[in-house]
């Protein structure tokens, strides 16, 4: 079993409509990215969180420490969002010891 | 400021040989992490460096291997390269640690013939 799963795995969508990808993870964690990379594109931070809710824009994204989840939200679709959102999870070797564990990404294509 | 650069941007080996990318960080960036991300296994974490020290290592053999220099830029060497070592190789800084938002460089395609 991966240390962090997401689902889903791919997602199609309507231009407007309202998109949930999740995020699952086993380990301890000390903080939570969510990563957005366009196809041929590089990878753009879009959050980092260790606790509660971050809003930026569209976007809003949730972690649940206790159940050891996160939840990506986008509200308002537009084509512009279509790409693979990664969910990487900094567990806590120790320290300063952190190690970015990676979930396979959630391939999103918003359909005007 | 600059963002993170990686040179080369492409590049083509053929197995047996070497090869040593570089990555240089955001100006005041002292962490810098390496990853190799391919179409079956995703995004995978090669080594983070700071302070001119490995702070941490992932599951990969020893072919693998970095460094850091004084001016927080990197560079990670793969020796006796496979064919499976094709792949895209990103970098990415941060202030401090992995913790922090990582900022991701374009990345070097790496083919092996």
């Known amino acids: 079993k991966n240390e962090v799963e997401q689902s889903p795995q791919n997602l199609t969508a309507q231009e407007g409509e309202f998109i949930t990808i999740n995020c699952s993870y086993s380990?301890?964690?000390?903080?939570l990215h969510w990563l957005q990379q366009h196809p041929g594109g590089g990878i753009v931070s879009l959050f980092m969180l260790s606790s509660g809710k971050k809003k930026h824009g569209r976007l809003i994204a949730t972690i649940n420490i206790q159940e050891k989840h996160s939840s990506l939200h986008i509200t308002a679709s537009h084509p512009r969002d279509s790409a693979v959102y990664i969910c990487a999870v900094a567990g806590v070797l120790g320290g300063s010891n952190y190690k970015l564990t990676f979930g396979k990404g959630t391939l999103l294509t918003v359909n005007p | 400021k600059a963002g993170v650069t990686q040179t080369p941007r492409y590049l083509i080996k053929t197995r047996g040989q070497q090869v040593t990318l570089s990555c240089s960080p955001i100006s005041g960036h002292r962490s810098v992490s390496w990853y190799q991300q391919t179409p079956g296994q995703g995004l995978q974490f090669l080594f983070e460096?700071?302070?001119?020290?490995?702070?941490n290592k992932g599951n990969f053999p020893g072919r693998f291997s970095g460094r850091q220099f004084s001016n927080s830029r990197s560079e990670m060497n793969v020796s006796t390269l496979e064919l499976g070592d094709s792949a895209l190789y990103l970098c990415a800084s941060s202030p401090q640690t992995v913790t922090d938002t990582q900022y991701f460089g374009p990345g070097t395609r790496l083919t092996v013939l």
């Open positions: 460096y700071f302070s001119e020290t490995q702070r």
């Open positions: 380990v301890g964690i000390s903080a």
